[in-house]
């Protein structure tokens, strides 16, 4: 075992920048930290013997942020002998010894292609007191057949491929990601089974263009056909997925989500603009007609479906007319949320070198038109859940203002965030379990349901966050243990255990 002294463990934190890919990315540092013998610091522990920065190269001044958080830890270590600072992820993948130049208190830098050798390099740079960058062009192992420390009993991320193969001109993804690289259907449903065994209920498929999963074993309608093998698997509630690409979806997808009762009416569908013209110099190789077709086959399939999606103003060129047309396919598509973006630089793509970059202000007043739109909608659309019983799976984390307004928090089928009373049931409803309630009161981003709650059902996954137990998986390759109905416990005396 790695020790800090005396024979205790040596302890970690683990900082996650970014996307889902990168938050699934940080469950598989921990699972390797911990096989290798560290512990996981308290959150309060400002000076864990390991820090690793899971970075995202997409944002906008991740790099300013990434360099502001080491110079921040600087001291710290300067303070604590032995401590070491990780930087992997996208910005790692991009700026290599770039990191260990910039700011040389660093120990270890590690690409997205490798993670699995942070402990080892954890250990040399220990041993060579000697900074350690590792970054590979391509993966050495699929990171999936790594063991993984997840963070939640209820729900879990199963990567269903890597990398893309789309060259969208904004984006800088593929260059870091690399090549799409799809799983085998087995090992994908093996490790669903192997979280559900451990009781979590929902799971979230994941990657950069999941319609395009199968592309490596000629199947184009591979996608479709594991999300209907998902509704084969007892004890799997919710299946949900992200993200497609507007270009490969099929009809087939639709099927197989109106007709597997598991797979949730929720559906994630980046636009990034409404207008044809942006649309072609971004490489997105559909159009808005396609794109409102969509939607409009999935509300035909599913009248229920809440709708989400991704939407950037100010791409370069975009003109007045552009922009309205944005607008125009978004009071169309009647999104229940969208995530919006201002359009930023990113060097190494080519839309950061492309003629008529738009000017900040101009940018800045299409993004609170795009806001103010695009709430007026949501919120109209909420509205018409006012008096419906909605089935929420209780979260933690998910509701900032719960512990002043008594409330809990969880997610509905369709994805829209609920806050609700537990009424007479508190202190009795965990982070995992089921409630059935009544919308009372809509927002824009979310629903409140404050009337007495209809049902709760306890589940495997509130039992395991009551006594304190994150799920483990081990690679899928190494075997599939599993744990088994856990230990019947005492009920909470009041509030909410795993909180």
């Known amino acids: 075992m790695t020790t800090a002294a005396a024979g205790s463990p040596r302890t970690y934190q683990v900082r996650t920048y970014g996307c889902q ?32 920065f899971n970075t995202c190269a997409v944002r906008e001044n991740a790099d300013n942020r990434l360099y502001g958080n080491l110079g921040h830890l600087r001291p710290v270590k300067d303070k604590h ?24 208190w660093v120990d270890v830098v590690f690409g997205t292609h490798n993670i699995g050798s942070l402990p080892v390099l954890l250990e040399r740079a220990r041993h060579n007191t000697a900074a350690e960058v590792e970054i590979l062009e391509s993966l050495d192992v699929f990171p999936s057949t790594l063991p993984t420390r997840r963070e939640s009993t209820y729900a879990g991320w199963v990567s269903i491929s890597v990398g893309c193969n789309n060259t969208c ?3 800088i993804v593929p260059s870091l990601r690399g090549k799409e690289k799809d799983r085998r259907p087995g090992d994908i449903l093996s490790e669903v089974r192997a979280l559900v065994d451990e009781g979590v209920l929902e799971v979230t498929l994941l990657g950069q263009n999941v319609n395009s999963y199968g592309v490596e074993f000629g199947d184009r309608y591979a996608f479709g056909k594991l999300l209907r093998a998902c509704g084969d698997i007892d004890g799997l509630e919710r299946v949900r997925f992200t993200s497609p690409h507007p270009k490969d979806f099929t009809d087939d997808v639709i099927a197989a989500m109106a007709e597997t009762p598991n797979v949730c009416h929720s559906l994630h569908m980046p636009l990034q603009s409404g207008s044809d013209d942006v649309l072609r110099a971004m490489r997105r190789s559909y159009r808005s007609e396609r794109y409102l077709g969509i939607i409009e086959k999935v509300r035909a399939a599913m009248p ?18 552009d922009f309205e047309k944005t607008l125009d396919v978004v009071r169309e598509a009647r999104f229940s949320s969208a995530f919006t973006f201002q359009y ?28 103010a739109t695009v709430e007026e909608i949501t919120w109209a659309e909420n509205r018409k859940l006012v008096g419906e019983t909605v089935e929420v799976l209780v979260a933690v984390g998910e509701g900032r203002k719960d512990e002043r307004t008594g409330r809990l928090s969880g997610r509905a089928r369709d994805g829209r965030l609920v806050h609700f009373d537990a009424g007479s049931l ?4 965990r982070p995992g379990d089921i409630v059935h309630s009544t919308v009372t009161y809509a927002a824009p981003h979310h629903l409140n349901a404050d009337g007495e709650p209809l049902s709760h059902r306890r589940t495997r996954a509130g039992d395991a966050a009551e006594a304190g137990r994150a799920p483990r998986t081990p690679g899928v390759l190494l075997g599939l243990p599993t744990i088994g109905a856990p230990a019947t416990v005492p009920a909470p005396t009041g509030g909410c255990a795993a909180r």
């Not at 990315?25 to 911990?34: K, M, P």
């Not at 630089?345 to 101009?362: H, I, N």
């Open 21 to 52: 890919m990168n938050v699934h990315d940080s469950e598989r540092i921990s699972g390797l930290l911990e096989q290798a013998g560290y512990v996981r610091a308290a959150e309060a522990d400002e000076q864990p013997d390991v820090v690793v």
């Open 81 to 104: 002998p032995g401590m070491q600072i990780a930087v992997g992820g996208c910005l790692a993948q991009k700026d290599r010894g770039d990191i260990v130049r910039k700011a040389p």
């Open 169 to 171: 001109t904004f984006c």
């Open 304 to 321: 229920d479906a809440a709708i989400t999606t991704d939407i950037i103003v100010g791409f370069p060129g975009e003109t007045d007319a």
């Open 344 to 371: 930023s630089k990113r060097p190494g793509t080519p839309a950061a070198t492309m003629d008529g970059q738009l000017p900040k202000q101009v940018v800045q007043e299409r993004y609170e038109r795009l806001i």
């Open 426 to 429: 508190a202190g009795q409803i």
